[in-house]
C-alpha cells in the first residue's frame, strides 16, 4: 500500500517518519511512504478531510480535534518537550510583563497551551495580551524584527531565535514547566472512516513506527543530519533540538497500553481546564489502543 502522510519540519514531528523510511522498516510492513510537509496539526487534520493525505503525524494541540471526533488516534510517537515560549528579555523580562504585549501564537497548536498555562500562573488572560495568529514560520522573523514581543513556538524556531537575540533570549515556559501536572503526546492519527476500512494498514504502520522509535532513541543525531539533508534545514540548528522529545521514552512503552492511555488521559485534562473541550470523553473513544498492540505485536515479531 501507498500512503501519503503529513508531518512538520522539526525533529518531534519527521523523526519517526523518516527514520522509518531510512531504514526500510515501513517497506519491510509493506508499505510506500509519500511524504508532504505542513507547518501545524489542525492544518494536517483539514487536508486529511480534503483527500489531500491519508495520515498526519500531530502535536499535542491538534489532539483536541481528535476528542471532538474529527480524527482517530493510531499510533503514539512521543512527549514533546519542543514548545516555548520566548522573547527578547529586553522587552519582556518576566511572564508578568507579557501584560499588553503582541504574542505571536499558532491557534491549536501544543504551544499555544504553553502560553495558557504560563498566562495562568502569571495570573494573566487572553484579555491582556494581544494574540496575533501567525503561522509558526513567521514567528522567528517577526520576533527579532520587534513586530511582536514573544512568541508561542516550538523547536527548530526556538534555535534560531537564540541564535539571534544572543543574551537578550528569555524561555517564559516550555513542556518540562508542567510536566508534573500535563502529558503532552504526539501522534499518527487518521480519518475515523479511513480507520474503519483500514485496521490492518494501521496496524502495519504502527509496527514500522515503533521500529522507527527503537532506532531514533539509539541514533537521534543521526536521525538530525538525515533531516537537515532531507528537509533542508540547518544540520547544526536540528543538532542542537535533539532534546526536544523524550525518544527513550517512547522505546520504553511500546505495547504499554497503561502507560499510553494514562498520557492521553492526562493530555485530556489540559483541554478541560484550558476550555478547549467541554466535558470528558473515554480515551477509547479516539485512541485505536487495540492498533497501537497490534502493532506493537507486530514489531516484536518483525525487530
Not at 37 to 49: C, L, R, S, Y
Not at 57 to 77: E, P, R, S, T, Y
Not at 99 to 112: F, L, P
Not at 227 to 246: F, N, V, W, Y
Request: charged residues 25%; glycine residues 8%.
Amino acid at each position: 500500500v501507498t500512503l501519503k502522510v503529513a508531518f512538520m519540519p522539526n525533529l518531534g514531528s519527521a523523526s519517526s517518519l523518516f527514520a522509518g523510511i531510512e531504514q526500510g522498516y515501513f517497506e519491510k510492513m509493506g508499505i510506500t511512504i509519500e511524504t508532504q510537509q505542513f507547518q501545524g496539526g489542525p492544518a494536517e487534520i483539514t487536508a486529511m478531510q480534503s483527500g489531500e493525505i491519508d495520515i498526519a503525524q500531530i502535536g499535542h494541540g491538534a489532539h483536541a480535534l481528535c476528542i471532538k471526533g474529527q480524527a482517530k488516534v493510531f499510533a503514539f510517537d512521543q512527549l514533546s518537550m519542543a514548545d516555548s515560549v520566548v522573547t527578547d528579555k529586553s522587552k519582556v523580562p518576566n511572564a508578568a510583563a507579557l501584560k499588553g504585549k503582541k504574542v505571536g501564537v499558532a491557534s491549536g497548536t501544543s504551544s499555544e497551551i504553553i502560553l495558557n498555562l504560563l498566562l495562568r500562573d502569571a495570573g494573566l488572560s487572553d484579555s491582556d495580551i494581544e494574540k496575533v495568529e501567525m503561522d509558526v514560520s513567521g514567528m522567528t522573523t517577526a520576533l527579532i524584527s520587534g513586530q511582536i514581543d514573544a512568541a508561542a513556538t516550538w523547536s527548530p524556531n526556538t534555535v534560531t531565535i537564540e541564535e539571534k537575540l544572543g543574551d537578550n533570549y528569555l524561555v517564559l515556559a516550555n513542556n518540562t514547566d508542567y510536566e508534573d501536572e500535563v502529558a503532552f503526546p504526539s501522534s499518527f492519527v487518521c480519518l475515523p472512516e479511513y480507520a474503519e476500512k483500514n485496521a490492518e494498514i494501521l496496524e502495519r504502520f504502527a509496527a514500522a513506527i515503533d521500529m522507527a522509535q527503537a532506532y531514533r532513541a539509539e541514533h537521534i543525531d543521526d536521525i538530525a543530519k538525515l533531516l537537515a539533508k532531507k528537509l533542508d534545514l540547518p544540520e547544526e540548528t536540528l543538532l542542537q533540538s535533539t532534546g526536544e522529545g523524550d525518544w527513550e521514552g517512547s522505546a520504553k512503552t511500546i505495547g504499554d497500553m497503561d502507560t499510553i492511555k494514562g498520557y492521553y488521559e492526562a493530555q485530556q485534562k489540559v483541554f478541560i481546564d484550558n476550555g478547549k473541550i467541554d466535558a470528558a470523553v473515554p480515551v477509547d473513544d479516539y485512541v485505536l489502543f487495540d492498533a497501537m498492540e497490534k502493532g506493537a505485536e507486530l514489531y516484536k515479531e518483525n525487530k
